[in-house]
Nanobody
Framework: QVHLVESGGGLVQPGGSLRLSCVAS????????MGWYRQAPGKQRELVAV???????NYADSVKGRFTISRDNAKNTVLLQMNRLKPEDTAVYYC?????????WGQGAQVTVSS
């Protein structure tokens, strides 16, 4: 059974930082492309950042230079370091794994950026 479990969300003031963590089980983690997506109220889910099995990364333009995705294959963990957060970053953040067209999702972690 596959599980992707996110943690690290919360409430932060504009300009602050948060780090999201996703621990995966039930998949061959090191072979999967891992990603973070987010969905704000009334909006579609959108890609935030992805990291391939080889370590290549890609970011949404809106988070480039502020967010960093990384992975630790020994711990089956993917991280999203979020700096200089803005109110428009407020959303539910979802962890995603993908391998040859098979994708799994975590339950989501709420991130709220507000003063």
């Amino acid at each position: 059974q596959v599980h992707l479990v996110e943690s690290g969300g919360g409430l932060v003031q504009p300009g602050g930082s948060l780090r999201l963590s996703c621990v995966a089980s039930g998949i061959n983690f090191r072979l999967n492309t891992m990603g973070w997506y987010r969905q704000a109220p009334g909006k579609q889910r959108e890609l935030v950042a992805v990291i391939t099995s080889g370590g290549s990364t890609n970011y949404a333009d809106s988070v480039k230079g502020r967010f960093t995705i990384s992975r630790d294959n020994a711990k089956n963990t993917v991280l999203l370091q979020m700096n200089r957060l803005k109110p428009e970053d407020t959303a539910v953040y979802y962890c995603n794994s993908r391998l040859v067209g098979v994708a799994y999702w975590g339950q989501g972690a709420q991130v709220t950026v507000s003063s």
